[in-house]
């Protein structure tokens, strides 16, 4: 399995200011996703983060509040802008591919204030 | 509308015994389901998997049983340790693989010495 590196690991930031969130895999991976988990809610998909492509939005979830970039097989970046105290949330990066399971990062715990 | 159910929000065994986690899900193109556990400041971190195809999956102590004409699914843990305590995940996917997971809300399992 790989291991997958999340920066930073929480966070506390002020409204209306944008934070980025890093992953790395040591290894070249297919498919890199975003998830986010609301405080008692399950973990719900953000988007995939498609190398040398636009990422592809779930439902819900835009580009202009959550830009990601993918310039390589091994990181991705996760914004979130313009934050508000709804955006309070675990941020968690996955890897995989059509034919495994999806490993996990270790999250990045956001408070909004 | 919750496609992936865990009616459960805690469940609490005696060391040793069996534990029984359920999910329930909705959507009948899912094909590929996942078991993850969780500690606390740490990612999900994959347990076991099954494929529609099947109505069992073994995996040492943990066994993952499949009823596709109720649309349910369930985790065995047997004999259940105190390091099993955590919060535990189904998710499933169409298409089987990593693509677009969907989770329930999880189980609280604590196990007691």
């Known amino acids: 399995s790989a291991v997958i590196s999340q920066k930073p690991s929480r966070d506390i930031c002020q409204r209306g200011t944008s934070l980025t969130i890093q992953c790395q895999v040591d290894?070249?991976?297919?498919?890199m996703f975003w998830y986010r988990q609301q405080p008692g809610q399950s973990l719900t998909l953000i988007a995939t983060?498609?190398?040398?492509?636009?990422?592809?939005?779930e439902s819900g979830f835009v580009i202009d509040k959550f830009p990601i970039s993918r310039p390589n097989l091994t990181f991705s970046t996760l914004t979130v802008s313009n934050m508000s105290p709804e955006d309070s949330s675990i941020y968690l990066c996955s890897v995989g591919d059509a034919y495994t399971e999806a490993f996990f990062g270790q999250g990045t715990r956001l408070t909004v204030v | 509308d919750q496609q992936v159910k865990q009616n459960s929000p805690s469940l609490s065994v005696q060391e040793g015994r069996i534990s029984i986690l359920n999910c329930d899900y909705t959507?009948?193109?899912?094909?590929?389901f996942l078991w993850y556990k969780k500690y606390p400041a740490e990612g999900p971190t994959f347990l076991i998997s099954?494929?529609?195809?099947?109505d069992k999956n073994e995996d040492g102590r943990f066994t993952v049983f499949l009823n596709k004409s109720a649309k349910h699914l369930s985790l065995h843990i047997v004999p259940s340790q105190p390091g099993d305590s955590a919060v535990y995940f189904c998710a499933a996917s169409e298409g089987g693989g990593s693509e677009k997971l969907v989770f329930g809300k999880g189980t609280k399992l604590t196990v007691n010495p």
């Open positions: 959507n009948s193109m899912f094909d590929y």
């Open positions: 290894s070249q991976v297919t498919m």
């Open positions: 983060a498609n190398q040398g492509s636009e990422a592809t939005y």
């Open positions: 099954i494929s529609s195809i099947k």
